[in-house]
């Protein structure tokens, strides 16, 4: 069955500094892979997705994620971190069945220091 | 244009008492899901409705819960005789069709807490 994996609850990060959030999966074909992001008191926007083609995707607000299938990863990446991006990250995958019912990883949630 | 509007934003209601939660995904959407963000359970996807489709109803967690979508537009989870355990952020979203590819935009949810 399908899930996600993702090892991080906490990351406190100091603004400036790179920052990468992890997130395995587990699916029987090539995966499609989400990230999301909430923020206190919001609903989830989407980040990034990938979907087939380049490994290496980018997204809104900065953001890129890399494919690594060797390795089950589609980690979030940002080489400077701003204080407006401490939120909850979710990392997700659809359930196979021909529609995208998503399962999601338990969340990184972000802080980041001035 | 507009997003995926839920209502009400908080709920309070007692435990054994009935809640409804209403859900208006972005138009053109054929698609909505229902999903749950509790401590415990994390994100949870609860139903889906595609079309005139019979809804798949594998995420709800008991009897007690149900949804409608009427016009294929405007969707209403009720939960019966709450319970507390049941306090939770309900979220839905919508796409404009059922393939993996499209992308679910989501609402800032309702936060409903069980007395």
């Known amino acids: 069955a399908q899930s996600v994996t993702q090892p991080d609850i906490h990351i406190t990060v100091s603004e400036g500094a790179s920052l990468e959030l992890r997130c395995n999966y587990s699916?029987?074909?090539?995966?499609?892979l989400f990230w999301y992001v909430q923020s206190p008191g919001q609903g989830l926007q989407l980040l990034l997705k990938?979907?087939?083609?380049?490994?290496l995707v980018q997204g809104i607000k900065g953001f890129e994620a890399e494919f690594k299938r060797s390795q089950s990863s589609f980690n979030l990446r940002k080489p400077s971190v701003h204080w407006s991006d401490a939120a909850e990250y979710f990392c997700a995958v659809p359930i196979s069945g021909g529609y995208n019912k998503l399962i999601f990883g338990a969340g990184t949630r972000l802080a980041v220091h001035p | 244009g507009a997003g995926v509007s839920q209502s009400p934003s908080n709920k309070v209601t007692e435990k054994g008492k009935d809640v409804e939660l209403r859900c208006d995904p972005i138009s053109g959407h054929t698609a909505l899901y229902w999903y749950r963000q509790s401590l415990g359970q994390g994100l949870e996807f609860l139903i889906y409705f595609q079309g005139n489709s019979a809804p798949d109803k594998s995420g709800l967690p008991s009897d007690r819960f149900s949804a409608e979508r009427t016009g294929g537009s405007v969707s209403t989870l009720t939960i019966q005789r709450t319970q507390q355990e049941d306090s939770a952020v309900y979220l839905c979203a919508s796409s404009l069709g059922a393939g993996v590819r499209n992308i679910q935009y989501f609402g800032a949810g309702t936060r409903l807490s069980v007395l």
């Open positions: 699916y029987g074909a090539t995966p499609y």
């Open positions: 990938y979907f087939s083609g380049d490994t």
